[in-house]
């Protein structure tokens, strides 16, 4: 009776810590940031399929990118380990609370490195599987491990990366990079650094402690505040050129145009007052929503300006 109680308990414990440790290197991927670029991934392949896409390949690209997308966050983990235990935010991560070896996190990263790189190169193109090693490797070396520590440009040219998936999905249906995947690309880099200078503000303090060189920490909340309001105002010619080189239509540039208004105002208030928690994160979340309804937007576009035309025609 004894044994089977010992026994029971054994096996509990077992799956408690498989369930930890499982979570754990979840978290390592930083799965809210991999959906994201999923879902640009995917805008970039539809736009370039003109809505009709194979669904195999949607698959193997969306795996293929998510895998490695996990792996540079994995990388990241491992790189800023020692950081992570001076930041409040971060110290309770698995790498800076002990509860992953940092081995492990590194045969981890690469193994989903090596997966990535197969998929994409047997079942994509290898034009899609060096893009995507590319952003690995930028975002690894010359972000975390160059740019975050000695610059101010971090959030800047570290942008670089993120802002790759619809260049890496319109490769992958194209096999080839044009001018209007550009323009995707180049509506993700200019939102970067306002998004996350909207947090490193709020926790300037923390940044400074871990001894990062953000823009806050270094040039302060004046100069940061302004970089903002231009990289926001800079988002609505963008957006507009997307309208003109046929990347969304009338509905696109009517509500793009509304989101990017709503942004501006919201970026202008921040300006205007004091930086707090409540004011940053707010900041931060729009901008999110800001994105994911651009993005969103080029994806359903043609549906409503159909819908648009007949209504149009019918009056």
């Known amino acids: 009776m004894l044994s089977t109680i010992t026994k029971g308990v054994t096996n509990n414990s077992a799956i408690i810590t498989f369930r930890r440790h499982f979570l754990d290197f979840y978290e390592l991927t930083k799965p809210r940031i991999t959906i994201l670029v999923l879902v640009t991934t995917f805008v970039g392949m539809w736009v370039a399929g003109s809505g009709s896409l194979d669904i195999k390949l949607v698959f193997y690209t969306l795996l293929g990118t998510g895998l490695a997308s996990a792996a540079s966050a994995t990388f990241n983990n491992f790189i800023d380990r020692k950081i992570d235990q001076r930041m409040a935010r971060t110290r309770y991560r698995a790498l800076p609370a002990g509860r992953l070896s940092a081995q492990s996190a590194f045969i981890f990263a690469v193994l989903l490195t090596s997966v990535s790189f197969v998929i994409l190169t047997s079942f994509v193109n290898p034009l899609t599987a060096g893009l995507v090693m590319f952003t690995i490797f930028f975002y690894v070396c010359i972000y975390t491990l160059w740019l975050k520590r000695y610059s101010t440009l971090c959030t800047e ?117 004091p930086v707090t928690t409540v004011y940053a994160y707010r900041l931060f979340y729009f901008s999110i929503i800001y994105l994911l309804g651009i993005f969103s937007l080029i994806v359903i576009d043609g549906f409503f300006d159909e819908m648009f035309v007949s209504w149009f025609v019918g009056v």
């Open 157 to 273: 040219i570290g942008g670089v990366a993120g802002a790759l998936p619809p260049i890496i999905g319109w490769a992958a249906v194209t096999n080839e990079v044009t001018m209007s995947s550009a323009l995707l690309f180049v509506v993700i880099f200019l939102w970067q650094p306002p998004h996350f200078w909207a947090l490193a503000l709020a926790r300037a303090d923390e940044y400074k402690k871990a001894h990062i060189p953000m823009l806050p920490v270094v040039k302060g909340v004046r100069v940061t505040k302004f970089r903002m309001l231009l990289y926001t105002i800079s988002l609505m010619p963008v957006t507009a050129a997307m309208y003109m080189v046929g990347l969304g239509g009338i509905v696109f540039l009517v509500v793009s145009t509304l989101l990017g208004i709503a942004y501006l105002v919201l970026t202008i208030d921040f300006m205007l007052k």
